[in-house]
């Protein structure tokens, strides 16, 4: 293999295997809206527990994505990236099932019990540390066995699964409800809408079996042989494959020594804003609750669903756009760009619920603020936490800004019912603010990575 040209078809395989990840990310995330209602049924309202023992139970999995992304940096330092991966895909399986079937080993069927939901808990529990897991380490492979030309439109294919497979799990719930009684949901329907992620992550699992470890990860652990190898076959060269390993080689270090800020606080904190920008811009909001939202502004229940579907599209689209641009315009252009639109859209929002104005202009200016979203932090924040930090930090610091972002994901996800219902144009007009900041936080101090390899990272904080 001496062409000295890239093994595209073959990146592109170890690229799809790695995005699995980020599909079972968006699955697992997103399909507890099919089946909250009859959890309610099943586990809340037999008990006689109140609504925040419902919410606590629905929003259980970010307890575990917020563990997944805090350890996840141990783990792939340790285990390595694939070997981590592996580990999420077990938990995906295992929360699959048990969430479907929580009765299993320990518990009869249709008796309700404290210890049920407490079970129910726990395997929810483990596939939100399958999430953070994934969430981490899924863009991390991907950024550390890509090419630095098309770096970031393979990490950007991330953030695609991970729309698509909460797109998908929309549909799958859809189709396992349509045409059924309420009573056969709320008994065993929403069962099947867990257990239908078993089926993906055991197929993000076996195929895990046939992908290299990253050459990055090979090289800190002195695998040289290896790297080389995986090297070669992705730049089509022994040659090129050297000389990649060779400047490799000259900033790994001992990892397992190095202290977290070897390179300044500078680049850590860089990557915790990033992380808590693109929560507090608000978008989980709008994901978790437009429903709601679209209720709230004067839509009826079907025409809100059906919103709900026409933005599932537009966030397909417009992650589609970043893709095809994260390598031609850079990072910085399509974050701050992003930042405006957003910007705008809420502020938008804000007005026109601060009138009491509701109609098609809430739902344009909603689809606004979600596609300029899409087209820059969504999959932008995930490449730029991926590739901006140097070798020999990368598994902790890309930890310690996952599981920034999940705190702050849990914090605007569960302070929203609060902040709309005490003013719903003041919370439209924050997140507009924080879209602005995050504009105002970019252009001062998020260097560009565009068409830089991994190894020059390390140049720009030194």
């Excluded at 295997?17 to 997103?30: E, Q, S």
């Excluded at 792939?76 to 399986?93: C, N």
């Excluded at 066995?145 to 998908?168: K, T």
């Excluded at 929002?349 to 606004?368: A, E, K, P, R, V």
């Amino acid at each position: 293999m001496n062409s000295g040209k890239k093994n595209n078809s073959y990146i592109f395989a170890i690229t799809f295997v790695a995005t699995l990840g980020g599909l079972l990310f968006g699955y697992d995330t997103a399909v507890i809206s099919g089946a909250e209602q009859s959890l309610e049924a099943y586990l809340i309202v037999p008990l006689g527990l109140n609504s925040l023992v419902h919410g606590a139970t629905v929003s259980s999995a970010l307890i575990g994505c917020i563990i997944g992304g805090a350890i996840s940096g141990w783990l792939s330092t340790r285990l390595g990236r694939k070997r981590t991966l592996q580990v999420a895909s077990v938990l995906f399986f295992i929360s699959a099932l048990g969430s479907g079937f929580p009765e299993t080993f320990f518990f009869t069927k249709n008796e309700p019990s404290i210890a049920l939901l407490a079970m129910f808990n726990f395997y929810r529990i483990l596939g939100g540390v399958g999430v953070g897991l994934a969430s981490a380490v899924s863009p991390m492979y991907i950024s550390e066995i890509s090419p630095a030309d098309i770096r970031g439109r393979l990490v950007s294919l991330n953030q695609f699964a991970i729309i698509l497979g909460m797109l998908v799990v929309y549909f799958v719930n859809w189709g396992i409800a349509n045409g059924q009684t309420i009573e056969w949901i709320n008994s065993v329907g929403w069962r099947y809408m867990f257990v239908s992620e078993a089926i993906p992550a055991a197929l993000f699992g076996i195929l895990l079996l046939f992908v290299p470890e990253t050459p990055r990860y090979l090289a800190l652990v002195h695998e040289d042989g290896k790297a080389l190898s995986v090297l070669a076959r992705i730049n089509g060269s022994k040659e090129k494959a050297h000389g990649i390993l060779m400047e490799i080689k000259e900033t790994v270090g001992e990892t397992l020594r190095t202290g977290i800020f070897t390179y300044g606080k500078k680049v850590i904190i860089i990557g915790i804003l990033l992380s808590v920008f693109q929560q507090f811009v608000g978008i989980n909001v709008v994901l978790y609750y437009a429903p709601r939202i679209f209720e709230n502004l004067g839509a009826a229940k079907d025409a809100s669903l059906l919103q709900t579907i026409v933005m599932g599209f537009v966030n397909v689209v417009f992650t589609v756009v970043a893709i095809f641009t994260v390598d031609k315009w850079g990072r910085r252009p399509l974050l701050i760009t992003g930042s405006i639109g957003m910007a705008i859209g809420m502020f938008a929002i804000s007005t026109l619920s601060f009138n009491n104005i509701i109609g098609m202009s809430t739902l344009i200016f909603i689809i606004i603020y979600t596609a300029a979203f899409m087209m820059s932090w969504g999959p932008i924040c995930w490449v730029l936490i991926s590739e901006i930090f140097p070798n020999k930090i990368r598994g902790k610091a890309v930890a310690i800004a996952v599981a920034f972002q999940w705190i702050a994901n849990y914090l605007i996800s569960s302070t929203f019912p609060f902040m709309v219902g005490f003013s719903a144009w003041m919370t439209y007009g924050f997140y507009g603010l924080m879209s602005l900041l995050s504009a105002l936080f970019v252009w001062k101090m998020v260097p560009e990575t565009k068409g830089k390899s991994l190894e020059q990272m390390e140049h720009l904080f030194k």
